[in-house]
């Protein structure tokens, strides 16, 4: 029984992955009719490659965020003609296809123009529609592990895809006519588009499936007990080993159950949204479990190097889009101490920086303040500031880390923990110690963000204290980077309408 609801439920995954692909290869096939019918409309053979024509071919193109260029071609050779890429292009012998279906033929990897980018060609008729090839990573998902995309029917090849698909076994499928197939090394998942000629694929590995097959046995355990006092014992042994916290989490992060949500950081003085923190969730079995629980498990038992590779690399795939939609802004992102003291702090953020190709401005990294405990870490902070990302020490005010550490370590931001932050407006010895928290920073010369705003009360008393930054359910809650982008579209347009 939990084999079968495991498959089930990652043949339900797999399936709404491969209609979301679909989708998105549908809108190309649409945007390449709708581009080739346009550009073939009413055109006069006397005034073809004409500056008129080209200027035609060029308005279309504008229209279709997906068409990399338009070209008219020799039916019979393939020979370009004139196109929107310019008079370099002219000349160019097209290869021959790799598919013909329904009068139009496909071509793979086509250089039309020396030192540019490859594209695929849609041709028909004197018309060809070029689509650049790295197309796929700008709107397939990015899944550990998992190939994805989209190929034509009747044995055509792939023309979109992420990871590195089996293609036999995709053809394979889809003669067979099945939508789905598990046969213990990968899953498979098709959805056959009814206005284009392509298929969308998702190709889970099985290590997908085994984690959801995990998760269903879970529940069945408890009914085992019937079977007998010995049998329980057993279960229940084999249950603690292979169901405890550290081994749920090494297989959850392999798979989508493991993901960030954002919340917004602000400027108290302008009210603005100028960054978000990066919060790591692990769903376990429909229900979350509390990230204080499974971070410090994963500290105590060697895993907290495989949670933060595995979170920046989610932060990547989020928040590249959206920082460069709004380069102003940063994504804040938290490191362990062990992650500093072993290098893989650094090694980390630079690649993110090299994968994502944004400025370093766009990254905070943030520590807790017991990292700064030991007087070596001056040196890795220094190589991150280097790299010109901005460190915050994290949950100021909790910790024991001796003030001339602090002092030369050469930090950003203090986060001024939530705690401090709800006595600040208080009276009595917690607040006391709010204002020296405050004075400290000053002192120090660091900006401050405060956590766990709830109030405008506090809000004001925290701006009238020097705090330059915020970050709390006052102002927003953690949410996905869609529902970030979309609050602070609003909140943008409320302000500028205001």
């Avoid at 090849?157 to 990871?163: E, K, W």
């Avoid at 003085?269 to 971070?295: H, K, T």
């Avoid at 038992?301 to 990547?316: C, D, E, H, K």
């Avoid at 705003?453 to 915020?470: H, N, R, S």
Wanted: glycine share 8%.
């Amino acid at each position: 029984m939990a084999y079968e609801q495991g498959v089930q439920r990652a043949q339900r995954r797999a399936s709404e992955l491969s209609v979301g692909v679909l989708r998105r290869a549908e809108l190309i096939a649409t945007q390449i009719d709708a581009a080739m019918a346009a550009a073939s409309m009413d055109v006069d053979p006397a005034t073809t490659c004409g500056i008129d024509d080209i200027a035609r071919m060029l308005a279309v193109q504008s229209r279709y965020s997906h068409i990399g260029a338009l070209a008219r071609i020799a039916p019979a050779t393939g020979l370009i003609l004139c196109s929107t890429f310019g008079p370099e292009a002219n000349g160019f012998a097209l290869p021959l296809p790799d598919h013909v279906r329904r009068e139009r033929s496909v071509r793979l990897s086509v250089r039309p123009v020396p030192a540019g980018a490859d594209y695929f060609v849609i041709a028909q008729g004197d018309v060809a529609a070029f689509v650049h090839s790295g197309v796929a990573s700008m709107f397939l998902p990015t899944i550990k592990d998992v190939s994805l995309g989209a190929f034509i029917k009747d044995g055509g090849p792939i023309v979109l895809h992420r990871g590195t698909p089996h293609l036999a076994s995709l053809r394979r499928l889809e003669q067979t006519g099945a939508s789905a197939s598990f046969d213990g090394s990968r899953l498979l998942s098709l959805s056959a588009s009814r206005t284009s000629d392509y298929i969308a694929f998702v190709d889970f590995p099985a290590t997908w499936v085994r984690a959801r097959i995990y998760d269903a046995a879970a529940w069945f355990i408890p009914l085992g007990a019937v079977l007998g006092l010995a049998l329980s014992a057993l279960l229940f042994l084999f249950l603690r080993n292979f169901t405890s916290l550290p081994a749920a989490l090494r297989r959850a992060l392999q798979t989508d159950r493991v993901y960030m949500e954002y919340q917004p950081i602000v400027d108290m003085r302008s009210g603005r949204c100028v960054g978000a923190e990066a919060l790591v969730r692990w769903r376990r079995g429909g229900v979350l479990v509390p990230p204080d629980r499974f971070i410090g498990a994963a500290e105590r038992s060697g895993l907290m190097p495989l949670v933060t590779r595995r979170v920046v690399q989610l932060v990547a795939a989020d928040t590249a889009q959206f920082l460069r939609k709004h380069p102003e802004m940063h994504v804040s992102i938290n490191f362990s101490a062990l992650d500093l003291r072993s290098g893989l702090a650094v090694e980390l953020l630079t690649k993110l920086l090299a994968t994502t190709g944004l400025p370093a401005r766009n990254y905070w990294l943030e520590v807790t303040e017991t990292s700064f405990v030991r007087e070596d870490m001056s040196q890795v902070i220094n190589q991150i500031r280097a790299l010109g990302v901005r460190v915050a020490i994290d949950d100021f005010g909790t910790g024991y880390a001796n003030l001339d550490v602090l002092a030369g370590t050469k930090a950003d931001l203090l986060k001024i923990d939530r705690q401090f932050v709800h006595a600040a407006v208080g009276h009595g010895q917690a607040s006391e110690v709010a204002l020296a928290i405050f004075g400290l920073a000053r002192t120090l010369c660091l900006e401050m963000v405060a956590e766990g705003v709830e109030t405008q009360a506090q809000a004001e008393f925290l701006i009238g204290c020097g705090v330059q930054y915020a970050q709390g359910w006052l102002f927003g809650r953690p949410n996905s980077v869609a529902a970030l982008s979309q609050w602070l579209d609003e909140t943008q347009r409320g302000v500028s309408e205001g």
